[in-house]
């Protein structure tokens, strides 16, 4: 899937300023962005459920303002505010959904909601958000689409829910199924992922694969030493490149320091190498903190 210099208006306001990416086949490819960065008006013009303003995208290799139901039918989508019928039960309506963009294997819809835990004999209306949710999962995956489109899918999912459907997507991906997500939750796009899109203010901030994402991202330092001074630790910290937030205090004997790390360790290790340490902790990357990092700050607007 590609897109390229996608902009789109709504009225005065401008969704997207130019959005463009590539997407290989048969990966899994994420959108995160806070709320009204145009991750749902992406998913749309991509779908040809609104035109954009300006660009053009490419789906399975087809432009889809031109494509007719033969590529609906290999796209399986998942939308943010689902709307469904609510006088039928769930496996009448996904019968229904089957006819259209089928077809299904057999027992297929049953296996996908066994696995979610999903009543299909009860009402539509009946069905709590979360049930309902696992209802626009199945009709997403049930025909085995060469393409799912998810907006927001684990919304309402309880975390086991959210475990079945990350198994959903490793399963999709390792059968050469290409998924493209969005998501609030960092977590869920690091775990499914192979690259991630962040959007903001209707641009793409960054693309980068989620390693590549990790090995930038803020780890917590905290140390304790002794035989230094306060002034001496600061100053040996305080020129480490990558290195901010810094504090250094005394505690009885000992000096204590902590801070942000974002970049490479060695230089760390270097300068940590001839003190006398009896605490170190460098806390595991926190992912979450750089990307809220880039949904606000101006200045990382390049690609990582
Ligand atoms: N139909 C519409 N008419 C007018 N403005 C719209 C319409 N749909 C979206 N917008 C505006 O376009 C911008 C992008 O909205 P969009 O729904 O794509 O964001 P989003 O990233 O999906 O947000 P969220 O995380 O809240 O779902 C927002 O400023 C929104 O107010």
Redesign the pocket.
């Known amino acids: 899937m590609e897109a390229h210099q996608i902009t789109?208006k709504?009225?005065i306001?401008?969704?997207?300023k130019g959005v463009s990416f590539s997407m290989p086949r048969g990966s899994v490819f994420g959108?995160i962005?806070?709320?009204?960065?145009?991750?749902?008006?992406?998913?749309?013009t991509l779908l040809d459920i609104?035109r954009p303003t300006s660009g053009h995208a490419s789906v399975l290799g087809v432009d889809p303002r031109k494509a007719g139901p033969e590529l609906r039918r290999r796209i399986g989508f998942l939308p943010?505010e689902l709307i469904l019928d609510g006088r039928s039960t769930g496996r009448k309506l996904l019968q229904h959904y089957a006819d259209i963009s089928g077809p299904v294997t057999k027992g297929r819809i049953e296996e996908l909601a066994e696995r979610l835990g999903l009543d299909l004999s009860r009402p539509v209306r009946k069905l709590s958000k979360g049930n309902k949710q696992k209802l626009g999962i199945v009709q997403a995956f049930m025909h085995k689409p060469d393409l799912l489109v998810l907006?927001?899918p684990t919304s309402g999912l309880d975390p086991l829910m959210q475990q079945v459907f990350l198994d959903l997507v490793a399963e999709a991906r390792a059968a050469g199924q290409s998924v493209f997500l969005?998501s609030?939750v960092i977590s869920e796009i690091q775990q499914a992922a192979d690259e991630v899109a962040i959007?903001r203010d209707?641009k793409i901030v960054t693309i980068s694969s989620v390693d590549k994402l990790r090995d930038s991202a803020i780890r917590h330092l905290r140390l304790v030493a002794s035989g230094i001074s306060v002034a001496e630790l600061r100053q040996r910290l305080d020129s480490l490149d990558g290195l901010d937030n810094l504090t250094v205090s005394s505690s009885g004997e000992d000096v204590e320091a902590t801070a942000t790390l974002e970049g490479s360790i060695p230089p760390l290790v270097q300068a940590l190498s001839t003190l006398s340490l009896s605490d170190l902790v460098l806390e595991e990357p926190d992912l979450e903190e750089s990307v809220l990092k880039l949904y606000s700050s101006p200045s990382k607007e390049a690609a990582l």
Do not use: F, Q, W
Request: aromatic share 4%.
């Open positions: 789109k709504y009225g306001t401008l969704a997207l959108v962005g806070p709320n009204g960065a145009g991750k749902t008006t992406t998913m749309r609104i943010g907006d927001e969005s609030h959007l209707g």
